[in-house]
């Protein structure tokens, strides 16, 4: 059998990161790290065993909505090379060739890993190494090359002499290697090394040693073989990513003004001629159409924006806005909004579970919650649904073209009809039929003079 497998390594403690959830859950970009190394092998079809430690379950659980991947349990820790071994009788039985990746290195790329396996195939190697030729190879394995020029040996930074330390190829940990060679390798290891553990990379020197044939395909830029083991790399895998991510957005017709200060996830799509501003987060399901000006300072998650909308300093979350429509600066569509056509949401105003009705106008500090608002509703400022009796919610309908005045409390289940208008203050706990006006307030009333006298009655002096 020569079908394709593939090997992740994801049982390491990830003691640099400090942290209780399992390195390879750590997320970048709305993905976790282990996610976007499967993410990267799936194109290439083939069965994915994946080898797991500490927190195993929770990987798995994380893992549970991917089919036909076969998971495997290393018990203890004790190295990359004992790391394979828990996999060894499915890798035996499988036959052909295996590539090896480490589940804490998100950024490879597919394009890489075909060629890598081209590599293999075409020379016919027991083992082929990507590496890349970097500024920093700090804590990465060196590549030792041997007078012909082929890699002779991987040896770690803790082991290298102050010569190898100078080396500047380091080991990407992604290997093709012939199946029975890795196991005939995996046999002869020896933690004779600094950290006394059973290392996958001393499987290259003894195959040398045995005149198998060991090759490399070197990238020329190293920057997809970023390994995480801290959270300064985190953080810079995630740099990485996202600029990935908005690269792809550009090429697309999409305006980035400000690519270091805004955070796109992988699922979310944009469409031509849209500018999204600085300080901008889109996340998750997010789609925005074409035409749209995005941010500054806004955040998107699960959100349909259509085309043509302007969306200014807001957040949203499973929010839908129509286009046309202008939203914030300073609002917060929360799940179930929907922002009809051309409508208008200003500053200081949060949106729940309610439609808004093309060309509408929520201007200033409302909340609507559980409402429906017909096209050309203009809500005043301060408008507030009381949907929620501290029981249960109830719905606010508001008929077209109905004008709710500023500072008016809508007290649900409540309906406003058509054309009706609501005077300001009011605290309106009866429906209100079509085109009539509903008013509730407390007759005012105005004594003359009577602030002046108060005045003057305080300031004369006491004979007391
Ligand atoms: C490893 C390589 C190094 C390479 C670097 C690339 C070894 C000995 N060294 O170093 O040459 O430059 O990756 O990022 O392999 N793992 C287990 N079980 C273990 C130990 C490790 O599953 O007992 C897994 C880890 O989860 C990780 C991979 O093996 O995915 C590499 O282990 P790690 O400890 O991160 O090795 P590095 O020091 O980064
Ligand atoms: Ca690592």
Redesign the pocket.
Known sequence: MTSNSILI????E?TRMKSDLP??LHSLAGKALVEHVLDAVAPLGGAVGI?L?RGAERVKERLSGRKGLAFFI?KE????G??VRPAARWLASRGGSVLVL????PLVRTESLRALTRVHRREKNAATLLTAEVPDPA???RIRRGPDGRPAA?V?QRDASVEEQSIRE????TYCFRIRDLLEGLRRLRPNNAKG?Y???DVIGFLVGRSRSVGALRLSDGDE?L?V?NRRELAEAGRRINGRLLDRLMDAGVTVVDPATTFVEESVRVGRDTVIEPQTFLAGATRIGRNCRIGPMTRLQDCVVADGVRLEASFGEGARVESGARVGPFSRLRPGAVIGRDAHVGNFVEIKKTRLGAGAKVNHLSYLGDATVGPQVNVGAGVITCNYDGVQKHRTVIGRGAFIGSNVNLVAPLRVGAGAVVGAGSTLTRDVPAQALALERAPAVVKRGWAKSKRTRKSSPSHG
Do not use: F, P
């Open positions: 390594l994801a049982a390491g990830g390195k390879v080898v430690g290393q820790r004790r190295g990359s004992d790391a480490c589940g804490d290195a804590g990465y394995g991987i770690e380091i080991n990407s940990g553990e290392y996958l990379t073989i390994g083991n």
